[in-house]
């Protein structure tokens, strides 16, 4: 039976708790700039782009396709590290699980998974193939 990797457990703060709180919950959220009107992420109390702190939370589709990535193949267990654009059109840094990594193309569609985490903490939001 293959070895499962453990996923680091996340440790919310108050600029992160309501993401990990609908992470636990299946949902993958954005934060929008009310300011500006761009979207960003990873989640943080100023905008990345203005700096206003006008912020509000998005659900995202959960729907991405690969920038970039690269697999670890050294690792005790192996595992698939990549940049993916979601629809909404935010990168993000993540996982690619549950799939065969010799079949990874850059532009594949993925969609969004919660992958358990240790001791009661949220799940991590990875992404699989469609
Ligand atoms: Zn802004």
Known sequence: MAKERKIAAPHPNPETQAY??????????????EACG???????ALCPFCFSDAGSWQTASGRAKIYSYSVMRRAEVPYAIAYVTLDEGVTMLTNIVDCDFDALKIGQSLRVVFKPTADGAPPVPMFTPE
Do not use: N, Q
């Not at 761009?38 to 943080?44: A, G, Q, V």
């Open 38 to 44: 761009r979207l960003h992420h990873y989640p943080r």
């Open 20 to 33: 990990w709180d609908a992470a636990a919950a299946g949902k993958l959220l954005i934060r929008k700039c």
